[in-house]
């Protein structure tokens, strides 16, 4: 490790310094905003091309290529959880990676300009009814933008150039589960699942089912989804998508019955779930991906009770965002791809098993779960999949995942 | 293996999961304490015990009538002085053993209630029952219903003095959010506040009351969830401060639904179950527990839903129970609603089990 003079220090990130130091809390806040917009646009919608340069090189040495650190290891390492919890981008900025170091901060800037944009509002409006929704979707992705940005800070600084794993390029035309899901709600007897899932592709479009059902236990779950990519990796499709990344219009129907409860809960909802692959925003950080989601849903609670036959009508605001990581060499090969993802992330909804987050203080209610999901192919054809969620209850999953149709 | 696994994060996760059990479990200690070898137990828990020495007991009350247990494990006193504060109008004392007699009786211009109990004699158990007069039986009467309060405490009294205007009002129920942060000069500040409200208050908490302490509300107002009848009327205030139900209130609820089958039954909360506009979400974390709950109050006949948390007016129904939101107590209200700061009066007729809502606005 080489000692480096101060003023050494401060010529070496050109790319910080004028721009953190001018203007005032006004400009800061609208760059911040801009980047939220510039990586969303970036990530969304970058075009194959820049994909192909940013994170299809298989050439490792451009992978690999990086800087000379600022300081040797373990401080960067160190310095991304703290103080890169308040400051995105520490750890990767002592390792010279100042466009890195700038854009986790822009994007951390981003998350906490729209978080207290829409506290700004949600405070003056006292969450009226015309603009809740909005607001507390903008609150949600401040708050999850920030999430993910220090997620990304402290993957950028510890993972590998060239990450842990590939994304997966060309997806399955049949992919089917069958396993098992605890779920401990203290207000439900109900514990042990039985989970089912087959998820069909062709072309853009998308069908599915899933169940879950507690054979003894008066609980089950249905849930029927169907989708169009716009963007993105494909089951039938003769080239392998530039990475990881798309964008995917879902609509989709659940039932969940409470029969020994009395009620049946009915969702019918719509989203545009994305994926942005880490390199298109963070050039030189491979092998991961941010996870969003938002949408509408409307849910409709049917009790059928000894004198009570009534339904009664409510909404959902579907948000989440995620962090996540590639896992394995997922390239398309003569055996056909393995390898797996995972995803740490925020959920906002209020249905299904995990449902929201209890706090002890004032606020308990609004915010969704948190949950933490992976899976790996191990063949082609068979993988596992795992998944956890904290929230009113707690869950954990576990499910054989058989691939079909796989390119 | 994997049951123990599953068991230990669960129970790992537990406090989390119910995060209103530490109030549960206090709300088993209201209206219990002891001094020496003399001990007190208000039935239900329908009051507070806000002071006891050998001769004197103080006692807020959280219902229009409760009973109280007195015992002395050695001598009793030649007299016991009992003052019930936030007490109804007109209330009276009746001493178990009727031998015991009541000495003296009046009500402070503060709305609170005094008497003289003696000579208490040989006898080492007593039982007293506060209670105006003729509201045992079914009779109409009318309440009022105001919630969240929180910063606006010093211009409550906008709101009380014309409370005190309404005809007919026997109490004022609350949903909760009475202070900002629920400190205890904020929780005292109120009830010096409620000395200027000629009816008695009685409420439940809201997620405004956990600021400071969990459970320092109960010091002074008593259990977040309870329930009483009056004038053939049955109240259930249930602490959903935190979004959610207690598992063992789900159980306590469920012997107070059996309890006001066949008679009017009003439930009241601070959060409600369903948020009337869902995508807020202002209302249970869980939207399955919240339809359990409705389940269960309406397969059991409940007839009104009275909620707070919401800083405005909504009427709607869950699950075919006619529910209002009112939480027009003075905090940042809702914008764009055209409402503002208000209360609600409810006419309740027992006997010909009707329960008529209306809205009094106070700007």
């Known amino acids: 490790m080489r000692a480096r003079p101060l003023d050494r220090l401060a010529?070496?990130?050109?790319?910080?310094?004028?721009?953190?130091?001018?203007?005032?809390?006004?400009?800061?806040?609208?760059?911040?905003?801009?980047?939220?917009?510039?990586?969303?646009?970036?990530?969304?919608?970058?075009?194959?091309?820049?994909?192909?340069?940013?994170?299809?090189?298989?050439?490792?040495?451009?992978?690999?290529?990086?800087?000379?650190?600022?300081?040797?290891?373990?401080l960067p390492e160190i310095a991304a959880v703290f103080p890169g919890l308040i400051v995105h981008g520490s750890g990767v900025w002592l390792q010279h990676r100042n466009q890195t170091a700038q854009r986790l901060l822009v994007l951390e800037g981003a998350g906490l300009f729209t978080t207290f944009l829409s506290g700004f509002v949600l405070f003056q409006t006292g969450a009226a009814r015309n603009l809740v929704g909005p607001t507390a979707l903008g609150a949600v992705a401040g708050v999850g933008t920030f999430g993910v940005s220090f997620l990304a800070n402290v993957y950028a600084t510890w993972a590998p150039p060239e990450g842990f794993g590939q994304a997966?390029?060309?997806?399955?035309?049949?992919?089917?589960?069958?396993?098992?899901?605890?779920?401990?709600?203290?207000?439900?007897?109900?514990?042990?699942?039985?989970?089912?899932?087959?998820?069909?592709?062709?072309?853009?479009?998308?069908?599915?089912?899933?169940?879950?059902?507690?054979?003894?236990?008066?609980?089950q779950r249905l849930e029927l989804f169907t989708g169009h990519r716009f963007l993105g990796p494909r089951a039938d499709s003769t080239t392998a998508a530039a990475d990881g990344s798309y964008l995917e219009l879902q609509?989709?129907?659940?039932?969940?019955?409470?029969?020994?409860?009395?009620?049946?809960?009915?969702?019918?909802?719509?989203?545009?779930e994305g994926r942005v692959d880490s390199a298109r925003y963070l050039p030189d950080v491979h092998g991961a991906f941010f996870q969003l989601e938002a949408g509408y849903a409307r849910q409709w609670f049917s009790f059928d009770l000894p004198g009570v036959g009534t339904t009664t009508a409510t909404s959902l605001l579907l948000a989440h965002m995620g962090f996540g990581v590639y896992l394995g060499n997922r390239a398309p090969q003569a055996a056909g791809p393995t390898g797996g993802e995972v995803e740490l992330y925020y959920d906002h909804r209020h249905d299904g098993f995990a449902a929201g987050?209890?706090?002890?203080?004032?606020?308990?209610?609004?915010?969704?779960?948190?949950?933490?999901?992976?899976?790996?192919?191990?063949s082609p054809r068979w993988g596992l999949r795992a998944q956890t969620e904290f929230g009113s209850a707690w869950t954990l999953g576990l499910s054989a995942v058989i691939r079909a149709g796989v390119r | 293996?994997?049951?123990?696994?599953?068991?230990?994060?669960?129970?790992?996760?537990?406090?989390?999961?119910?995060?209103?059990?530490?109030?549960?479990?206090?709300?088993?200690?209201?209206?219990?304490?002891?001094?020496?070898?003399?001990?007190?137990?208000?039935?239900?828990?329908?009051?507070?015990?806000?002071?006891?020495?050998?001769?004197?007991?103080?006692?807020?009350?959280?219902?229009?009538?409760?009973?109280?247990?007195?015992?002395?494990?050695?001598?009793?006193?030649?007299?016991?002085s009992v003052e019930v504060q936030n007490c109804m109008p007109q209330a009276e004392l009746r001493v178990d053993p009727r031998r015991v007699p009541v000495i003296s009786s009046e009500r402070s211009s503060t709305g609170a209630c005094s008497f003289r109990v003696g000579p208490i004699g040989a006898e080492r158990a007593l039982r007293l029952l506060v209670?105006?007069?003729?509201?045992?039986?079914?009779?109409?009467?009318?309440?009022?219903?105001?919630?969240?309060?929180?910063?606006?405490?010093?211009?409550?009294?906008?709101?009380?003095?014309?409370?005190?205007?309404?005809?007919?009002?026997?109490?004022?129920?609350?949903?909760?959010?009475?202070?900002?942060?629920?400190?205890?000069?904020?929780?005292?500040?109120?009830?010096?506040?409620l000395e200027q409200l000629d009816i008695p208050y009685y409420t439940t908490l809201g997620n405004h009351e956990l600021g400071e302490s969990p459970t320092l509300y109960q010091r002074y107002f008593g259990r977040g969830s309870q329930s009483f009848e009056y004038r053939g009327v049955r109240f259930t205030l249930l602490d959903s401060a935190s979004g959610s139900l207690d598992p063992i209130v789900f159980d306590w609820l469920d012997a107070w639904?059996?309890?006001?089958?066949?008679?009017?039954?009003?439930?009241?909360?601070?959060?409600?179950?369903?948020?009337?506009?869902?995508?807020?979400?202002?209302?249970?974390?869980?939207?399955?527990?919240?339809?359990?709950?409705?389940?269960?109050?309406?397969?059991?006949?409940?007839?009104?839903?009275?909620?707070?948390?919401?800083?405005?007016?909504?009427?709607?129904?869950?699950?075919?129970?006619?529910?209002?939101?009112s939480g027009g107590g003075g905090a940042i209200p809702e914008r764009f609603d055209d409402m503002g700061r208000h209360f609600l009066l409810v006419d309740a007729d027992p006997l010909a089990e009707r329960l008529a809502v209306s809205i009094v606005r106070v700007d």
Request: with cysteine; aromatic share 8%.
């Open chain 1, 251 to 272: 609509l989709g129907f659940s039932e969940h019955r409470f029969d020994s409860s009395g009620f049946v809960s009915r969702v019918v909802e719509s989203k545009l």
């Open chain 1, 357 to 378: 987050l209890k706090v002890r203080g004032l606020g308990s209610g609004p915010a969704g779960h948190l949950g933490l999901s992976g899976s790996y192919q191990f």
């Open chain 2, 131 to 193: 209670a105006p007069p003729g509201t045992e039986a079914p009779s109409p009467f009318r309440f009022a219903v105001m919630s969240d309060v929180q910063e606006a405490i010093p211009d409550v009294q906008d709101i009380f003095s014309l409370l005190n205007q309404q005809p007919g009002v026997d109490f004022l129920l609350g949903a909760g959010d009475l202070t900002e942060q629920g400190t205890a000069p904020e929780l005292e500040r109120f009830q010096r506040e």
């Open chain 2, 257 to 325: 639904l059996a309890l006001g089958a066949g008679q009017p039954h009003v439930v009241a909360m601070h959060v409600p179950p369903l948020d009337p506009v869902g995508v807020r979400n202002g209302g249970f974390a869980n939207r399955n527990e919240a339809a359990l709950l409705l389940a269960r109050l309406a397969s059991k006949g409940v007839d009104l839903t009275i909620y707070g948390h919401i800083h405005s007016y909504y009427h709607f129904e869950n699950a075919g129970i006619p529910a209002h939101v």
């Open chain 2, 1 to 80: 293996m994997t049951r123990t696994i599953a068991l230990v994060f669960a129970l790992g996760a537990s406090g989390c999961l119910r995060p209103t059990e530490e109030r549960v479990r206090q709300d088993l200690q209201v209206g219990k304490s002891t001094f020496g070898t003399f001990s007190v137990e208000v039935d239900e828990g329908h009051a507070a015990v806000r002071e006891l020495s050998a001769t004197r007991l103080a006692l807020w009350a959280a219902a229009p009538r409760f009973s109280v247990s007195l015992d002395w494990q050695s001598e009793a006193p030649d007299e016991l």
């Open chain 1, 11 to 74: 010529l070496d990130r050109p790319a910080l310094g004028p721009r953190a130091s001018g203007g005032g809390l006004l400009t800061g806040a609208l760059r911040a905003f801009v980047g939220l917009a510039l990586w969303a646009v970036s990530g969304l919608a970058a075009t194959p091309a820049r994909a192909d340069t940013s994170s299809r090189s298989t050439d490792p040495a451009a992978l690999t290529a990086r800087p000379e650190p600022r300081i040797g290891s373990p």
């Open chain 1, 168 to 219: 997966q390029r060309r997806l399955p035309l049949l992919e089917s589960r069958f396993g098992y899901l605890y779920v401990y709600d203290p207000q439900f007897d109900f514990r042990h699942f039985v989970t089912t899932r087959v998820d069909g592709r062709l072309g853009p479009w998308r069908l599915g089912m899933g169940t879950a059902h507690a054979p003894a236990q008066g609980n």
